[in-house]
C-alpha cells in the first residue's frame, strides 16, 4: 500500500494557474503507476492524467491535453500536477491514486484537494 496526501489546491481566476502535489509514502512509489484524478460532486470520478512509475509516459484526458501537465520525481515520493490557463469548469476535488504498474491494483487514494476557479 501507499499513502497519499495531495496538497496545493485553492481558490484561482480563470486563466490562472495551480500545481498540485501528492506524496507518497512506502517503498512502493517509484514502481507504481500514477494517476489524477476530478470529482465535482454528484458526479463520477474522471481521470485527468497517468504517468507511468520511471514517467517516461503520460496520457491526458482530452480536456485538459495541452493545459494540463503530470510528472513525478521519484527521489522526493512525489507526483505533480501543473494546471494552466484554468477554467471555471475545472472546479473539482482533485484525487492523486498509486496503482501497481503491472497488475493495475489500486494501492492508495489521497484525500482530495479543493481547486476552485472563479469566472
Known amino acids: 500500500q501507499v499513502q497519499l496526501v495531495e496538497s496545493g489546491g485553492g481558490l484561482v481566476q480563470a486563466g490562472g494557474s495551480l500545481r498540485l502535489s501528492c506524496a507518497a509514502s512506502?517503498?512502493?512509489?517509484?514502481?507504481?503507476?500514477m494517476r489524477w484524478y476530478r470529482q465535482v460532486r454528484g458526479k463520477e470520478r474522471e481521470l485527468v492524467a497517468h504517468?507511468?512509475?520511471?514517467?517516461?509516459?503520460?496520457n491526458y484526458a482530452d480536456s485538459m491535453k495541452g493545459r494540463f501537465t503530470i510528472s513525478r520525481d521519484n527521489g522526493k515520493n512525489t507526483v505533480y500536477l501543473q494546471m494552466n490557463s484554468l477554467k471555471p469548469e475545472d472546479t473539482a476535488v482533485y484525487y492523486c491514486?498509486?496503482?501497481?504498474?503491472?497488475?493495475?491494483?489500486?494501492?492508495?487514494w489521497g484525500q482530495g484537494t479543493q481547486v476552485t476557479v472563479s469566472s
Open positions: 491514486n498509486a496503482r501497481n504498474t503491472y497488475t493495475g491494483r489500486d494501492l492508495g
Open positions: 512506502g517503498r512502493t512509489f517509484s514502481m507504481a503507476a
Open positions: 504517468i507511468t512509475s520511471t514517467g517516461g509516459s503520460t
